[in-house]
């Protein structure tokens, strides 16, 4: 490759819906682009999670700017209708995506960017990172976890309850995820749930839709500072399968997190143990930002200081997609063309007022 092949006024480091997103906005500029995506096929990080997996709102509602998904307002797409709308978008708007690259290290360079990646070098004035968390997965420290003989996964690598049968199985974690996982899983074996506390449920009628309406309202009220209702967003939604699940009783019981392993099974501070075959983390994802590692403006924390989508620390860099301290819900599909849209407009402005 030549210079002129690989370097850009804007690259972003992403594929998924954020990047997307970013995409759409970048093409009404004059700016000379690039999405990078690490993944071999369009869809981002929907590829990836387990086939049943619905979204919580309703089609009409879990939208990228530009095309309505298709499903209207009572219909709540599957992961693969959204992989495919994600994949019809992307071709819709002609979005110039490379796939699959890798980006291992982005260095601040003359005045930009030289990005280190698995297809060679490439140069850009601006980095828009939309990498988002799902490549991230996070595992507590367990003692005793290398002991453990029986099967031990994040829940980003559960696809089906199949590969569970007749094998006892704990659930740790309060989430949505925790919670549909059991679901499924509690048809095919003994389970487990282990929480940190304990679960909440939100009423059948609140879906994504009703919990974005109502952090907007907390997110403007808190801008204009006026008094709020405080909405906790981490509650479970009660999705068909939930409902279903909990019918059956299979929520009726959970268990705080367990001291240590052993090697059949697990085991609590006051020596109570039970026999487990297998082990399903629903703990969450942190921010994929190991390619910004070498800069050194990644918290302990996994995040980075940022004015919005802007990072504070290093002039031409923005973040998008990563949660609401990246812009107000920024990693949803209905909210992330806010972020995306302001963040190209930052972009603009500051390669317009860049020397040449």
Request: charged residues 15%; proline residues 6%; neutral net charge.
């Amino acid at each position: 490759m030549d210079k002129q092949e690989t370097g850009y006024d804007v690259i972003v480091i992403g594929g998924g819906q954020s990047a997307l997103a970013v995409g759409y906005f970048l093409r009404r500029t004059n700016l000379r682009y690039l999405l990078l995506d690490s993944s071999p096929e369009a869809g981002g990080a929907w590829q990836y999670a387990w086939d049943s997996l619905h979204l919580f709102s309703p089609a009409q509602w879990s939208s990228l700017p530009g095309i309505l998904m298709p499903g209207g307002t009572t219909h709540y797409p599957s992961r693969a209708a959204t992989i495919s709308y994600l994949q019809e978008y992307e071709q819709r708007y002609q979005l110039p995506v490379k796939r699959p690259v890798t980006v291992y290290q982005v260095t601040p360079q003359n005045g930009g960017f030289e990005l280190h990646t698995s297809a060679g070098s490439y140069t850009a004035k601006v980095v828009i990172s939309a990498t988002g968390t799902y490549a991230h997965p996070f595992i507590p420290e367990i003692a005793g976890a290398g002991d453990f003989k029986g099967v031990s996964i994040h829940s980003s690598s559960y696809r089906q309850p199949d590969a569970f049968a007749g094998k006892r199985t704990a659930i740790i974690g309060e989430g949505n995820s925790g919670a549909q996982i059991l679901a499924e899983v509690s048809k095919v074996t003994d389970t487990l749930w282990i929480t940190t506390k304990e679960p909440v449920f939100l009423p059948d009628n609140i879906d994504g839709k009703f919990l974005f309406d109502a952090a907007t309202q907390q997110y403007e009220a808190k801008k204009l500072g006026k008094a709020y209702q405080p909405l906790s967003l981490g509650d479970i939604v009660a999705v068909p399968v939930v409902q279903e699940a909990r019918a059956r009783g299979v929520y009726q019981q959970t268990l705080r997190p367990f001291q240590h392993f052993s090697s059949d099974g697990l085991v609590w501070p006051d020596g109570h143990e039970e026999k487990a075959d297998a082990v399903i983390f629903c703990t969450g994802f942190k921010p994929a930002l190991q390619h910004l590692a070498a800069t050194g403006i990644v918290q302990p924390s996994g995040k980075v200081a940022t004015n919005d989508t802007r990072v504070t620390g290093i002039s031409g860099l923005w973040l998008v997609g990563y949660g609401n301290w990246t812009g107000f819900a920024s990693a949803t599909l209905i909210g992330v063309g806010r972020s995306a849209r302001k963040t190209v407009e930052e972009v603009k402005t500051y390669l317009e007022q860049q020397p040449g």
